[in-house]
């Protein structure tokens, strides 16, 4: 089953270092999302793209925040100078172009924990 | 802001018996989802139905839909032990999935 991946699983940082994360999205998938989800909240939209275009990242938290996705296959998303605030779980999504933003296939997640 | 908000917050059951948990919305839409979260499998899409539906039916989940009042139900029958996980909302008002907080159920055996 080539689901969705992300890597890592779990990244524990200190405070002011910067952080990426990776999203392999199923094959044949052009649209990826990424989300953040806090403790007891729902995932909360940051970013999509198509293919490599970023459609929107209006909703990225602050300009720490940056995602791309060079060569329209996976993603990556940095933090820079992490914050207390940013530790949660990042997700990312995959789903077709055909499918529009509905039935997307999530991926298991990196959790961050910033000290 | 979080589109759609899930009642109960948490629901505690026994293995067999049926939850029921609700889901409210703001906007119009033109279809809502059930997600599921555990952290076995991280979160899984459930079903979706849309606006002109009343009620859906898969294996042993039910939703109904309510346009007017803008709210869905997720009912699960027969629950099993494996049921235990969180179940989100979620509704498409643009281009991203818009969740709920979840509701938090635990089927105890």
Redesign the interface.
């Known amino acids: 089953d080539t689901g969705v991946s992300q890597d890592p699983r779990h990244k524990i940082t200190k405070r002011g270092q910067n952080v990426t994360f990776r999203c392999d999205p199923i094959s044949e998938h052009n649209r990826l999302y990424w989300y953040r989800q806090t403790l007891g909240q729902g995932p909360e939209f940051l970013t999509y793209f198509q293919n490599e275009a970023q459609l929107e990242k209006s909703r990225l938290l602050s300009d720490r925040f940056s995602a791309e996705r060079p060569k329209g296959s996976f993603s990556t998303l940095e933090i820079q100078r992490t914050e207390q605030g940013d530790s949660a779980m990042y997700l990312c999504a995959s789903t077709t172009l055909d499918r529009g933003p509905d039935t997307q296939y999530f991926g298991p997640g990196t959790r961050l924990t910033v000290l | 802001s979080?589109q759609?908000e899930e009642d109960p917050q948490a629901l505690s059951i026994q293995e067999g018996e049926n939850a029921t948990m609700n889901c409210s919305y703001k906007t119009s839409i033109n279809?809502l989802?059930w997600?599921r979260q555990n952290s076995g499998r991280?979160?899984?899409?459930l079903i979706?139905i849309r606006s002109n539906e009343r009620e859906k039916h898969s294996g042993r989940l039910r939703v109904t839909l309510d346009t007017s009042k803008k709210s869905s139900s997720l009912l699960i029958t027969a629950s099993r032990a494996a049921d235990t996980a969180s179940y989100?909302c979620?509704t498409?008002p643009?281009?991203?999935?818009?969740?709920?907080?979840?509701t938090s159920l635990l089927v105890t055996p």
């Not at chain 2, 643009?94 to 979840?102: D, E, P, S, T």
């Open positions: 979080q759609g279809n989802q997600y991280g979160l899984v899409h979706l989100f979620a498409v643009g281009y991203a999935l818009n969740f709920g907080k979840g």
